[in-house]
């Protein structure tokens, strides 16, 4: 670590400030101010220049960039404004050490880039990889989310269950679809299993592929399987696709779907009271009165 | 970690045996049911491959771990006639024994990665790995 | 090796498989079963999977194979109580059993026949 350097740049701190932030609104106030207060975009432009000098002073110590970073990314702020931001500092703090030098040769020049460097990419690393852990945690929560509302097995009565789907279905999804309609088919005794895709947008080759074979896994544990919800749009990518699902019963809803699950049950449904001839037993009873 | 133990294969009964301990491992590494099953059933495959081409080899198991994960890793190794061509054995349906044909793109299928190296005269190495999801 | 008990009820052979399958044990299980229907003249099996857990290309061959058989001298085949698991990984394998009937259980088996070998 090049003290005199080190000296120069924390001397100035006033200076290089002001024209750090000059740069820094110079750069960047079109982008972010339609969102953020000016005095909020001030306040943490100060905030971040402290940060970035208390780092410089003590190398290594990293709480307060720790804290800075939490908050800023709590509030959502983009990471260019960061790495921008940084940026901005390395060419302030370049250009003010060069100006101040008597001497300007290359050995002078490549010191100074030197310790810019050794004062900057701690820092603009240490940013990013909180970001990115920020990222990856949130990805992991929803992948976490989407797995747990991924495949619900409806029970709607003896013998008959009903599996809606929703979202996109990739490879990792589909496994565990799979798995699902398996296991709930036998744990709920089901005969007849419906897989309904109203809920599914696209359903290319690679899609059907994964419903055959859930499909046919299906018909291997011993019950049968009905896709319902085909839409028309779906109807049409499927055969302009090639693809052959006509090993398989398939229906355009799911109350169609249930109407011949019930018939491969030997089941039907009845109406307990007939309107029709309750209506003509009134008018019979009125006649008579 | 470095686990690696391996079976050998050279009666029918030993591909039984290879893939109940397979098996084991996977559920002493927290596989789900029907994960332990694929595993179970890609290592059967493996076996009754050396056992049908090469007469001996051996599998061997190991518990690799890689970036957030871990997984089971089964090596088939035989010392057999080789595989002529391997992209005409990793088509579906091509079979030379007159099983089902569904050989190594089926175990391909049930593990998550898959490594051939073969040379004629020399014999065969596979290699699978399973993450644990 | 094992031998697989084969019972028999009215016209119907019933087995229950319950051991780990090998090559073997397969092989004397197809040979069993054939000359059973052929001394019984039972007109319809069910073979129970449901403690079966692995299921290797090997052995659903067999299965299969036992299942056209089984046909041609009269009897028909139903497979019941495959496990998810199993299902799974014959469909990864590619195997699809595609003439094979199946059922959720014994009981379901057994009235899947009687439909069949009534019509």
Redesign the interface.
């Known amino acids: 670590m090049d003290t005199v350097l080190q000296d120069i740049v924390l001397g100035n701190s006033d200076e290089i400030v002001k024209k750090w932030i000059n740069e820094v609104e110079k750069n960047s106030v079109h982008k972010y101010s339609l969102t953020i207060s000016e005095e909020l975009f001030d306040s943490t432009n100060r905030e971040f220049v402290n940060v970035i000098f208390v780092s410089v002073q003590n190398q290594g110590s990293k709480d307060d960039l720790k804290d800075f970073a939490e908050r800023i990314i709590n509030f959502g702020w983009p990471l260019n404004y960061l790495t921008e931001g940084m940026q901005a500092f390395r060419r302030v703090t370049t250009n003010f050490i060069i100006e101040r030098s008597e001497t300007l040769d290359a050995e002078r020049f490549k010191q100074v880039l030197e310790s810019v460097d050794e004062w900057v990419d701690p820092i603009v690393n240490f940013l990013v990889s909180e970001y990115s852990g920020s990222w990856e945690s949130t990805v992991s929560l929803q992948k976490v989310a989407l797995q747990e509302l991924s495949a619900p097995l409806i029970p709607v009565m003896d013998g008959i269950t009903v599996m809606p789907l929703i979202g996109t279905i990739d490879t990792e999804r589909a496994k565990l679809i799979m798995e699902n309609l398996l296991e709930g088919a036998i744990k709920h005794n089901a005969e007849v299993v419906l897989i309904d895709i109203t809920g599914v947008p696209v359903v290319d080759t690679m899609v059907a592929h994964h419903i055959i074979q859930a499909a046919e896994a299906v018909r291997l544990v011993g019950s049968t399987c009905i896709l319902v919800g085909i839409r028309p749009e779906i109807a049409q990518t499927i055969v302009n696709l090639g693809i052959d699902l006509s090993k398989f019963p398939t229906k355009s809803s799911l109350r169609k779907g249930f109407q011949s699950a019930l018939e491969i049950t030997d089941r039907a449904v009845v109406n307990l009271k007939d309107k029709g001839n309750e209506m003509e037993n009134m008018i019979d009873s009125l006649n008579k009165g | 970690m470095n686990n690696q133990s391996c079976i050998p294969i050279k009666k029918e009964w030993d591909i039984v045996g290879a893939r109940q301990y397979g098996r084991d491992i996977a559920k002493n590494l927290g596989f789900g049911s029907v994960d332990q099953a694929r595993i179970a059933t890609a290592i059967s495959e493996l076996a009754r491959n050396i056992y049908l081409y090469a007469q001996k080899g051996k599998i061997c198991f190991d518990i690799v771990e890689g970036v957030n994960k871990k997984g089971i890793k089964i090596v088939a190794i035989d010392e057999g006639p080789g595989i002529e061509e391997i992209s005409k054995v990793m088509e579906d349906g091509y079979t030379t024994s007159g099983g089902l044909g569904a050989g190594l793109p089926g175990i391909k299928r049930l593990m998550d990665d898959f490594d051939i190296i073969s040379e004629v005269g020399k014999g065969t190495e596979i290699t699978v790995v399973k993450w644990l999801r | 090796m094992m031998r697989i008990p084969i019972l028999k009820l009215h016209n119907y052979l019933l087995i229950s498989i319950q051991i780990?399958l090998?090559?073997?044990t397969a092989i004397q299980f197809q040979e069993d079963l054939l000359k059973k229907i052929h001394e019984t003249g039972a007109t319809g099996v069910v073979i129970d999977l449901t403690s079966v857990?692995?299921?290797?290309?090997?052995i659903?061959?067999v299965l299969?194979d036992v299942v056209s058989m089984s046909d041609l001298m009269g009897a028909k085949v139903v497979?019941?109580?495959?496990?998810?698991?199993?299902?799974?990984?014959?469909?990864?394998?590619?195997?699809?059993?595609k003439d094979v009937p199946?059922?959720?259980?014994l009981e379901?088996?057994l009235i899947k026949l009687r439909q069949e070998l009534e019509e």
Not at chain 3, 53 to 58: E, L, N
Not at chain 3, 80 to 94: C, R, S
Not at chain 3, 102 to 105: E, M, N, V
């Open positions: 780990d090998d090559d073997q857990d692995i299921v290797d290309s090997y659903a061959k299969g497979l019941t109580g495959i496990q998810p698991a199993v299902a799974i990984t014959l469909i990864d394998l590619g195997i699809h059993l199946t059922s959720l259980d379901k088996g």
